[in-house]
C-alpha cells in the first residue's frame, strides 16, 4: 500500500497561522489543506511549530515560539496545566474561551445538523474558579509513596496536585488528609496492572449551599485498615465533614466508581439546595458539578418548555430528579425516568422532602420507558431528556416521536450529539426553534447547550 503523503513532515518547524479550534480547544491551523491542531494556542495567532505527530487525518504540533500573540493571551494561574489533562483554557481570557465554545455550538449545529445558524447565545459560567462540587482524584505511587492527583494528559502516570483551582478547598483538604493516613499507616496502592493494591480513586462531593462533605475511597477490597485513625483525620483536617463512605470496585477498567457502597461514617449522603429545592445526594447520584450554573441552565429549559400548569411532562435521564422536580412546579403531572435503581430512589425521597405530590418516578432504559408510554396510552405534552455524551439512541428517538409531544426539551453535554440527534428529530417531524450554550465547565472544553424542538405542526399555530 502506499504511503500516504503529508504537506509536512514530523519533526519540521513551521510558520503557522490559527485559524479555528477543535472540539478540545486545540487551536487549528491549515498546511495546504491539511489540518494542525496545536495545543495552547489561541484564534488569530501567528506561531513558529514543530510538527510532533502524523495523524490519519491531521497533523499534532508544539508551539517553539509566538510570532504574533492574540491580545486574550494571559498566563496561566494553575502551575500544573501543561501536565494535567484536564483544564485546556487557562492560558486565555475567558471572553476568549466562551467564544470558542459557543462556536464549537454553532459549528456542530450547522456542520452535523445541517441548520441555518447565525449564532448560538452562551452564557458564562458566574465563577470561573472554585466552582466543582465534585472531585475524583486517582491515588498511586509518585516516587515510591501513595499520592493523589489527576492523570496526566492521555496517560494514567498520577500527577500530584496539591491545590486544583477549579475545585472547592474542601476536597484539596479531603485529598491531602486521606494521602496523610495512607502514609502514616502504610495503605496500599491500587496497581492497575497487576490487580493488586488497595486504594483506586479518593472522590470527593460537597454541597455548595448546606456546605456538607461526603468522602468515598474506592476501594479493591472490602474493607480498609484504621478508619477510626481516618474519620479522626478528616474531622480535624476537612472543613464541614459530614460523611465517609467506602465504594467496593474489584473490577478492572476505567470506570471510577463500584457497584456496592458502604457507610464507614456518617449518614451516606449528603444534602443540598438547588433551584429552591432539596437533593439528597448519595455518591452514585448525578448532579451537576456547577451549582450556579445548573440554576441557569434548568431555569432556561423551564423557559423552553413554556408550560402553563396544564401539561403533562415526561423527563427522561432524569437522575435524582433535579430537573423533574423544578419542573413539577408549573406542571400538572411530572413522570421522571432513570436506569440507576439508586438514583430513583433518591429521586422518590427528594420529591417526599420538598412536599411535591405531582412527581412519579420509575427505573427504566429510556427506550423502555418511552415504549410504556406509548403502551399505556399516556400523552407528554413536553418530553424533556438530558442524555450522556453519546446523546439518544434512535430508538428512544423514535419512541419520543411516535408519543407526539408538542415540544422537546434537549439538554446536551455533547454538542455533535445534540446536533446529530436534532437532525433525527427534523426527519421526523420536529424543527429546532431556540438554542443556547451554557459553559458548565470554565477552563475546561466541555460545553453544554439546551435546545428547544416543536413538532412542524404546532408551528404557527396561536399560543
Not at 503557522?16 to 489561541?42: D, K, W
Not at 458566574?126 to 496517560?155: C, E, H, I, M, W
Amino acid at each position: 500500500m502506499k504511503q500516504k503523503e503529508y504537506p509536512v513532515r514530523k519533526g519540521q518547524i513551521i510558520d503557522v497561522e490559527i485559524v479555528g479550534y477543535t472540539s478540545e480547544g486545540q487551536g487549528v491551523a491549515r498546511v495546504e489543506g491539511l489540518a494542525v491542531f496545536v495545543a495552547g494556542a489561541i484564534f488569530g495567532e501567528r506561531l513558529r511549530i514543530r510538527i510532533a505527530h502524523l495523524g490519519h487525518t491531521a497533523a499534532y504540533g508544539d508551539i517553539v515560539e509566538i510570532l504574533q500573540p492574540s491580545p486574550e493571551r494571559i498566563s496561566p494561574a494553575c502551575p500544573y496545566h501543561k501536565d494535567c489533562g484536564g483544564c485546556v483554557f487557562h492560558h486565555m481570557t475567558y471572553e476568549e474561551e466562551l467564544r470558542a465554545k459557543a462556536q464549537r455550538v454553532k459549528d456542530a449545529l450547522t456542520r452535523l445538523g445541517g441548520l441555518a445558524v447565525e449564532a448560538v447565545p452562551i452564557t458564562g459560567s458566574p465563577k470561573q474558579l472554585g466552582y466543582r462540587n465534585k472531585a475524583q482524584y486517582p491515588v498511586g505511587l509518585v516516587k515510591g509513596r501513595a499520592d493523589a492527583g489527576f492523570f496526566r494528559s492521555r496517560t494514567h502516570q498520577v500527577i500530584p496536585v496539591k491545590q486544583c483551582l477549579i475545585q472547592g478547598k474542601e476536597a484539596d483538604q479531603a485529598r491531602q488528609a486521606v494521602v496523610d493516613w495512607m502514609q502514616a499507616q502504610k495503605v496500599s496502592v491500587y496497581d492497575e496492572k497487576t490487580g493488586k493494591g488497595l486504594v483506586r480513586h479518593i472522590y470527593v462531593r460537597t454541597a455548595v449551599v448546606t456546605k456538607q462533605v461526603l468522602v468515598c475511597l474506592v476501594i479493591n477490597g472490602d474493607s480498609i485498615p484504621k478508619e477510626t485513625q481516618l474519620v479522626e483525620k478528616l474531622l480535624k483536617t476537612v472543613d464541614n465533614f459530614h460523611t465517609l463512605c467506602l465504594s467496593i470496585h474489584k473490577k478492572p477498567g476505567n470506570a471510577v466508581l463500584g457497584d456496592r457502597f458502604v457507610t464507614l461514617w456518617g449518614p451516606g449522603f449528603i444534602e443540598d439546595v438547588l433551584c429552591g429545592l432539596r437533593f439528597k445526594l448519595s455518591p452514585r447520584s448525578f448532579y451537576q458539578v456547577n451549582h450556579d450554573q445548573a440554576e441557569q441552565l434548568y431555569e432556561k429549559a423551564l423557559e423552553f418548555a413554556e408550560l402553563t400548569g396544564e401539561e403533562t411532562v415526561l423527563d427522561l435521564y432524569c437522575g435524582t430528579g433535579t430537573i423533574t422536580l423544578a419542573l413539577s412546579r408549573k406542571a400538572k403531572k411530572v413522570y421522571g425516568v432513570e436506569i440507576v435503581e439508586a438514583a430513583i430512589r433518591d429521586a422518590k425521597e427528594n420529591a417526599l422532602r420538598n412536599g411535591i405530590e405531582n412527581a412519579e418516578f420509575f427505573c427504566a432504559d429510556a427506550a423502555e420507558a418511552a415504549k410504556r408510554f406509548v403502551k399505556e396510552g399516556k400523552q407528554p405534552d413536553v418530553i424533556v431528556v438530558d442524555p450522556p455524551r453519546k446523546g439518544l439512541e434512535e430508538s428512544v428517538i423514535d419512541s419520543i416521536v411516535y408519543m407526539a409531544p408538542k415540544k422537546v426539551v434537549y439538554v446536551s453535554c455533547d454538542p455533535a450529539t445534540l446536533a446529530r440527534d436534532i437532525k433525527r428529530f427534523s426527519e421526523r417531524g420536529y424543527t429546532m426553534t431556540k438554542a443556547e450554550a451554557f459553559d458548565m465547565f470554565p477552563r475546561c472544553h466541555h460545553c453544554e447547550a439546551v435546545v428547544q424542538l416543536v413538532r412542524k405542526s404546532e408551528l404557527g399555530r396561536p399560543k
